[in-house]
C-alpha cells in the first residue's frame, strides 16, 4: 500500500526566502507523484508531477520537485518565496496513473514580509 | 468550461438523516473520486471510481454509498449521518493516462 508522509504542519519562512516542504513516500512499486497546493476556500489545484524520466520536475508558480528514488522523497522547492505563496500544500502518491491518490496531511505555508 | 460541478456548497444535517453530495463533470473523465478533507488529517479517499459501472472504496469508506450509472456524475451518499461526518468534501476527476486530479469547489456538510 501506498503512504506519504509530509514532515511539518507548518513551514514559515520570509519573503525571498527558500521555501522547502519535506514528503516521504512509501510505495511497493515505481510510483507517480504529485503536489498540490490549496489557498483558502478553494479546492485543491496542480502544482507539478513525476510520472517517469526526469528526476527533477518543474511545476507552475516557480516551484519544483525532484524525485529521490533511494531517499524515497519527492521535495518540493522554490528559490524565492512570493507572499502568494502562502497556502496549504500537498503531497500524494499513486500506484500509476489514473489509479486512486494518497495524499500527505499537508504543510500549511507561511510567508512574512 | 464548468469542470468538476458540486452541490450543495453548504448543508446542514441532524443526526441520521440521509443526503446525497452531487458531483458532475463534463470533461469526459474515466475517473472520480470522493475525499473528506478535515484539519490535520489531510484528504482522505472515501469511495473511487474508474469508469461508469465501477466503483470501489478507498481509506474511508464506512457509513458511505456511491454509485456510477453515468460517465458523468458521481453521486455520494451518507446512509445515516453521524456528526463523525462533519468535513469538507470534495469531487475531484481524471483522464484515465495523466494522474492529474482536477477537483471540485468542496461541499462543506455539518452535523448536529
Known amino acids: 500500500a501506498q503512504s506519504v508522509t509530509q514532515l511539518g504542519s507548518h513551514v514559515s519562512v520570509s519573503e525571498g526566502a527558500l521555501v522547502l516542504l519535506r514528503c516521504n513516500y512509501s510505495?511497493?512499486?515505481?510510483?507517480?507523484l504529485f503536489w498540490y497546493v490549496q489557498y483558502p476556500n478553494q479546492g485543491l489545484q496542480l502544482l507539478l508531477k513525476?510520472?517517469?524520466?526526469?528526476?527533477l520536475v518543474k511545476g507552475i508558480n516557480g516551484f519544483e520537485a525532484e524525485f529521490k528514488k533511494s531517499e524515497t522523497s519527492f521535495h518540493l522547492t522554490k528559490p524565492s518565496a512570493h507572499m502568494s505563496d502562502a497556502a496549504e500544500y500537498f503531497c500524494?502518491?499513486?500506484?500509476?496513473?489514473?489509479?486512486?491518490?494518497?495524499f500527505g496531511k499537508g504543510t500549511t505555508l507561511s510567508v512574512s514580509s | 468550461n464548468a469542470g468538476v460541478t458540486q452541490t450543495p456548497k453548504f448543508q446542514v444535517l441532524k443526526t441520521g438523516q440521509s443526503m446525497t453530495l452531487q458531483c458532475a463533470q463534463d470533461?469526459?473523465?474515466?475517473?472520480m473520486s470522493w475525499y473528506r478533507q478535515d484539519p490535520g488529517m489531510g484528504l482522505r479517499l472515501i469511495h473511487y471510481?474508474?469508469?461508469?459501472?465501477?466503483?470501489d472504496q478507498g481509506e474511508v469508506p464506512n457509513g458511505y454509498n456511491v454509485s456510477r450509472s453515468t460517465t458523468e456524475d458521481f453521486p455520494l451518499r451518507l446512509l445515516s449521518a453521524a456528526p463523525s461526518q462533519t468535513s469538507v468534501y470534495f469531487c475531484?476527476?481524471?483522464?484515465?493516462?495523466?494522474?492529474?486530479?482536477?477537483f471540485g469547489e468542496g461541499s462543506r456538510l455539518t452535523v448536529l
Open positions: 475531484a476527476s481524471s483522464y484515465g493516462n495523466t494522474g492529474e486530479l482536477f
Open positions: 513525476y510520472t517517469t524520466g526526469a528526476t
Open positions: 470533461m469526459n473523465h474515466e475517473y
Open positions: 500524494a502518491v499513486s500506484r500509476s496513473a489514473g489509479t486512486a491518490l494518497i
Open positions: 471510481s474508474v469508469g461508469a459501472g465501477i466503483t
Open positions: 510505495s511497493s512499486v515505481p510510483p507517480y
